[in-house]
């Protein structure tokens, strides 16, 4: 009898051992299986995560750091469109930034002014554009609104003015300077232009000549995409507009 029992026990201490073998099996391929997607969860955020910065490859540095930053964090990168009312390239613009980073990760605002920027300083517009906490700034500073009334060193120290104040209260804001629109024979117009070039290359600001994309402006043709003297058509919004896009949405990365 004792041998008996002794045996039962041994049999049922042997059980007890198997199932609790089987069990730590099973719990441990179940977690295995839950954590699966996690793993190809971070793997396809991962991708998706180079690829929005693929498509921001043309950007300046610091404003690629900044889309990485918001994007870790959750919470969309904001890009601001500042000029005189001569800006309907914004809306197509816009449009492919959003088509193409998703409205979850981007946003854009703009603003507009028929003023100089003279006038813009004195009644601190820049204020407003500070408001926006814009992580990236495309300016058009005012050259045409300008042009015949302030001279071009006076615009520049403007600028500089307004970039500086937005700058205090947004120390992360990123600005890229433009152009207003070329047209034919634009004679002084065209030396403010080209200070606004030198000046963006002297202060390490992104300048995006635009005008290249257009015909030459000693070219009759360049007329063709004019309403009027100066004011862009339909044709010569549309030349500006894929400029931009194409400098915004890299679609290399595509």
């Known amino acids: 009898m004792k041998y ?13 051992l198997v199932y609790g073998h089987i069990h730590w099996n099973k719990e441990t ?9 996690a793993v190809e969860q971070q793997v ?6 180079d690829q929005y910065l693929a498509l921001a490859a043309n950007w300046p540095e610091s404003a690629r750091e900044q889309l990485k930053l918001h994007m870790q964090e959750g919470t969309p990168f904001k890009i601001l469109f500042v000029g005189s009312s001569l800006m309907e390239w914004e809306k197509n613009v816009t449009q492919s930034l ?5 409205s979850d990760k981007l946003q854009t605002a703009v603003h507009t002014y028929d003023l100089t920027s003279e006038a813009i300083v004195a009644e601190n517009k820049q204020l407003e554009l500070a408001a926006e906490k814009a992580q990236l700034i495309l300016i058009e500073p005012f050259l045409l609104n300008d042009n015949g009334r302030i001279k071009i060193d006076a615009t520049l120290a403007n600028v500089t003015k307004i970039m500086e104040d937005i700058k205090a ?3 992360d804001t990123t600005f890229i300077l433009q152009p207003s629109n070329p047209f034919y024979l634009p004679n002084y117009y065209a030396d403010q232009v080209e200070a606004l070039k030198v000046y963006a290359a002297a202060n390490n600001v992104t300048y995006l000549d635009h005008w290249q994309a257009w015909p030459a402006t000693d070219n009759p043709e360049i007329k ?9 058509n339909e044709t010569g919004y549309q030349v500006w507009s894929q400029f931009l896009v194409e400098y915004f949405v890299n679609k290399k990365a595509n």
């Open 224 to 232: 063709n995409y004019l309403n009027g003297d100066t004011e862009p």
């Open 169 to 171: 209260a947004n120390p």
């Open 4 to 16: 008996f029992l002794t045996g039962l026990w041994g049999l049922v201490c042997l059980g007890v």
């Open 29 to 37: 391929a179940a977690n295995a299986v839950a954590q699966a997607p």
């Open 98 to 102: 959003i088509e193409s980073f998703g």
């Open 44 to 49: 396809t955020n991962e991708v998706n995560f």
